[in-house]
């Protein structure tokens, strides 16, 4: 993993405003992980490639994560904080190797990968959830003598099995929370969405980074790339002689 300079962070961020979650997301893997390019991230499984996005993020601000949310049953806005590794629930594969999966049914067999960020965006564009699903799985077909041309067509127990396999083997595609509210102690899982998680932190280090250049190139005269060039503690310390 390449360590992402603040001059770096900033160019990522701005090219980010004209692209959406998930490209800019991948870019970020692309730009961190030597040897990546945008086609193999984007073939990464949904969960290698937020296994990944979860190290960027414990790379750039550390352990703890700040959660907020607000109560299903009773509005108590709820605050706490978490340690990344909590949420970390596999690990980085090489991008050159696919986990396969295997299924026997009536003697026929059916060979499969797990789903990435392609398969998603063509999904998503599908109107009912059933029809998602079919489209997700057929598109993971990588060898099939089952009988059946189509997914919609496989038996509920045989598309079950598959997606219960995929889950297991890429846990990190669906990261949830157990939450309980103090107030009224009702307990539910809430989805844990890691990039918008880190773009907006990515967002609010931006804007930090921009007003500590506007300070320091007001006050010296320095030029952007010599400021960002610098550590954060000497910046800091000449923001906070400015400042005393
Ligand atoms: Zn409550």
Same mark, same amino acid.
């Given at each position: 993993?390449?360590?992402?300079?603040?001059?770096?962070?900033?160019?990522? $961020?701005?090219?980010?405003?004209?692209?959406?979650?998930?490209?800019?997301?991948?870019?970020? +893997?692309?730009?961190?992980?030597? *040897?990546?390019? =945008?086609?193999?991230?984007?073939?990464?499984? %949904?969960?290698?490639?937020?296994?990944?996005?979860?190290? %960027?993020?414990?790379?750039?601000?550390?352990?703890?994560?700040? /959660?907020?949310?607000?109560?299903?049953?009773?509005?108590?806005? %709820?605050? $706490?904080?978490?340690?990344?590794? *909590?949420?970390?629930?596999?690990?980085?594969?090489?991008?050159?190797?696919?986990?396969?999966?295997e299924f026997q049914y009536q003697n026929k067999e059916l060979v499969m990968?797990?789903?990435?960020?392609?398969?998603?965006?063509?999904?998503?564009?599908?109107?009912?959830?059933?029809?998602?699903?079919?489209?997700?799985?057929?598109?993971?077909?990588?060898?099939s003598s089952l009988p059946f041309?189509?997914?919609?067509d496989y038996p509920e127990s045989l598309k079950?099995d598959i997606?219960?396999?995929?889950?297991?083997?890429?846990?990190?595609? /669906?990261?949830?929370?157990?939450?309980?509210?103090?107030?009224?102690?009702?307990? $539910?899982?809430? #989805?844990?969405? +890691?990039? /918008?998680?880190?773009?907006?932190? =990515? *967002? @609010?280090?931006?804007?930090?980074?921009? @007003?500590?250049?506007?300070?320091?190139?007001?006050?010296?005269? $320095?030029?952007?790339?010599?400021? #960002?060039?610098?550590?954060?503690?000497?910046?800091?310390?000449?923001? @906070?002689?400015?400042?005393?």
């Amino acid at each position: 993993m390449q360590h992402l300079s603040d001059r770096s962070l900033l160019l990522l $961020w701005e090219q980010g405003l004209s692209q959406s979650l998930i490209e800019k997301s991948l870019r970020l +893997i692309v730009h961190t992980f030597p *040897g990546l390019d =945008i086609q193999t991230a984007a073939a990464l499984s %949904i969960g290698d490639r937020d296994a990944r996005l979860l190290r %960027i993020r414990k790379a750039l601000f550390g352990e703890a994560l700040q /959660n907020a949310t607000h109560c299903p049953a009773c509005g108590e806005k %709820i605050e $706490w904080e978490m340690p990344v590794s *909590g949420l970390e629930l596999q690990t980085i594969q090489p991008a050159a190797e696919r986990p396969q999966l295997e299924f026997q049914y009536q003697n026929k067999e059916l060979v499969m990968r797990l789903p990435n960020t392609m398969d998603v965006l063509e999904a998503i564009e599908l109107e009912s959830p059933e029809e998602q699903s079919n489209s997700l799985l057929q598109r993971c077909i990588l060898r099939s003598s089952l009988p059946f041309e189509r997914v919609e067509d496989y038996p509920e127990s045989l598309k079950s099995d598959i997606l219960h396999q995929m889950e297991s083997l890429d846990p990190q595609a /669906n990261i949830e929370i157990q939450v309980q509210c103090p107030a009224c102690q009702h307990a $539910w899982n809430m #989805l844990f969405d +890691i990039m /918008n998680y880190l773009w907006t932190e =990515i *967002g @609010q280090l931006a804007h930090r980074l921009l @007003q500590d250049v506007f300070l320091l190139a007001r006050s010296f005269g $320095w030029p952007e790339a010599e400021i #960002l060039a610098m550590s954060r503690t000497r910046r800091n310390w000449y923001i @906070q002689m400015l400042q005393s």
